[in-house]
């Protein structure tokens, strides 16, 4: 089985989402899709309890992260684990981190092949 590494950089200060970073956007069916957030928390106070969470519309599929509790002016990253059983195809992928006081979301594709 094959791991296949996304990085992707959430910046919760004014929900903006930046350094999105794909390794291999299309992986294999079977393969493991390994997906590593980083959060930053750029605001004077702390965060807690930040929920990660990777969904895929088509498939119906959700995947749970960690919950993190981030420190202000802190960083901290996670990681999230899917097994490709899906058949060949792009899939729209919604990454998000939410806690009660900040949202942040993104999406992008995936290819399986």
Do not use: C
């Not at 004014?14 to 930053?40: A, K, P, Q, W």
């Not at 990681?79 to 899906?86: I, N, Q, S, V």
Request: no cysteine; aromatic share 10%.
């Amino acid at each position: 089985m094959k791991k296949i590494i996304i990085g992707l950089t959430m910046f919760l200060m004014f929900n903006l989402i930046s350094g999105v970073r794909f390794l291999d956007e299309s992986i294999l069916f079977g393969d493991e899709l390994e997906t590593h957030i980083n959060i930053i928390n750029n605001e004077n106070e702390d965060i807690n309890n930040i929920n990660i969470r990777m969904y895929i519309p088509a498939l119906g599929t959700m995947v749970y992260g960690n919950t993190l509790d981030i420190e202000s002016n802190g960083k901290q990253g996670s990681f999230l684990f899917w097994d490709a059983d899906a058949e060949q195809g792009d899939y729209l992928v919604r990454i998000s981190a939410t806690s009660d006081k900040k949202r942040d979301v993104t999406y992008r594709y995936i290819t399986v092949r």
